[in-house]
């Protein structure tokens, strides 16, 4: 397409990818129906943050401290709150003297915990080299590769294996440009929560590689029971692993970006500092005040959430019409396989916006190419963590509906 611009564009700009979100929210403008639109297609929380946040961050918003800078890597306060929740978050599958081996000096405050991707990689890796991104992938990290030169390497997850990637695959991948490995668990767009000893596998394979593993965690407040893992009680634990996590879903507050990266204090405070200071100087000064002393009180309000959505999961499942096929499900996310032979999931999806006003994403957005081979990509992402329990229902009668009104074959 000609430009009206005098002038050029980097070429690693021009490999990457559109954002697929103002996609769905195109598809989302031109809806023309008369019944409320259920919109399912975005990883954003249903609710606001509890009362007791929203009056903390005015008081800590207009407050003398919040006009200023802190340091590079975040308030003292919240950091310290942080390596404290984590020990609270680790804990519970530890045995025997086993504890959880975080200090706030493991600990820096991203602007959201895209960022803490970002810096991650510009730490990690530069042009040319390789990371291994298991497939569907978030695109937000395949994205910052692109954008940044770096050759992201599919690995790719199947429908029979629930779309828990396998180690054994992954090494096959990895090379002398091979940099880091790079896993989302609860799953995003999968939803699928990958196994602590699986996790602990993908560590050990790291370490034998020399190579980072990267582990994005931003819904581990969402497994319903237990430690996401036991990785943290390791005292070696962050020399190959760095963790990132976002308050934007456990906290329900995206929009005031707030995320962190836990590693080894000689990354947080050489290569990343650098990145950090050059990128964002520090993270968002109000919500850090705010946040730093409140917590452990909100660890209810987290559960709160978390049972909710385990419902909402829950009348998924049971609701959804027998031909639609869930292949994963966990976090904020079921991948459901559509029944409508011959056709791909974008034009399901674009057309389910016009015809019955549900908007979902389809498998498309999160892969270059089908993860199973085929000609044929089926895989839907379905939210149920901006909806409420009747709006699920109400998605899968509608799911239904289409069925009888377009009158494709089916499986």
């Not at 530890?94 to 000096?105: F, P, Q």
């Not at 634990?237 to 000689?266: D, M, Q, T």
Request: hydrophobic share 40%.
């Amino acid at each position: 397409m000609a430009s009206s611009l005098g002038f050029g564009m980097a070429k690693t700009v021009q490999n990457t990818i559109f954002p697929p979100i103002p996609q769905a929210y195109k598809w989302i403008a031109s809806f023309k129906g008369k019944r409320p639109l259920l919109n399912m297609s975005q990883g954003v929380p249903g609710v606001p943050p509890p009362v007791s946040v929203q009056t903390a961050l005015g008081n800590a918003s207009s407050s003398s401290p919040s006009f200023g800078y802190t340091q590079v890597v975040g308030d003292d306060s919240l950091r310290t709150a942080l390596a404290e929740e984590m020990k609270f978050a680790y804990q519970p599958e530890l045995s025997g003297t086993a504890t959880v081996v975080v200090e706030k000096e493991n600990i820096a405050l991203t602007s959201g915990c895209n960022l803490a991707f970002v810096a991650v990689m510009l730490c990690v890796a530069t042009k040319d080299d390789e990371v291994i991104l298991p497939v569907p992938w978030y695109f937000n990290h395949q994205m910052t590769l692109t954008l940044h030169g770096i050759k992201p390497i599919p690995l790719q997850t199947l429908p029979e294996d629930g779309f828990v990637p396998s180690v054994e695959a992954c090494e096959k991948l990895i090379t002398p440009k091979t940099k880091a490995i790079a896993l989302v668990t609860p799953n995003n767009p999968t939803g699928a929560t990958y196994p602590p000893d699986l996790l602990a596998s993908f560590l050990e394979l790291a370490a034998k590689h020399n190579i980072a593993l990267v582990l994005d965690e931003t819904y581990r407040d969402f497994i319903p029971s237990g430690a996401p893992h036991t990785l943290f009680s390791s005292p070696t634990w962050s020399c190959n692993l760095i963790h990132l996590f976002s308050f934007s879903k456990s906290y329900c507050l995206p929009g005031h970006r707030l995320g962190a990266i836990v590693a080894s204090p000689e990354f947080i405070n050489g290569p990343l500092t650098k990145v950090l200071d050059t990128y964002q100087i520090c993270a968002p000064r109000p919500i850090q005040l705010a946040l730093g002393s409140m917590l452990p009180p909100l660890r209810g309000f987290i559960r709160e959430q978390t049972q909710g959505i385990q419902v909402r999961h829950k009348i998924f499942r049971e609701c959804l019409p027998g031909t639609w096929k869930i292949g994963s499900q966990g976090g904020y996310y079921a991948f459901v396989r559509h029944p409508f032979k011959g056709k791909k999931a974008l034009e399901v999806c674009e057309k389910m916006v016009q015809d019955i006003g549900l908007v979902v994403l389809p498998e498309e957005f999160f892969c270059e190419e089908s993860p199973n081979g085929g000609s044929e990509s089926r895989w839907v992402r379905f939210s149920v963590a901006n909806v409420d329990d009747e709006k699920v229902r109400d998605a899968c009668k509608r799911l239904e509906e289409c069925e009888t009104l377009w009158g494709w074959e089916r499986d």
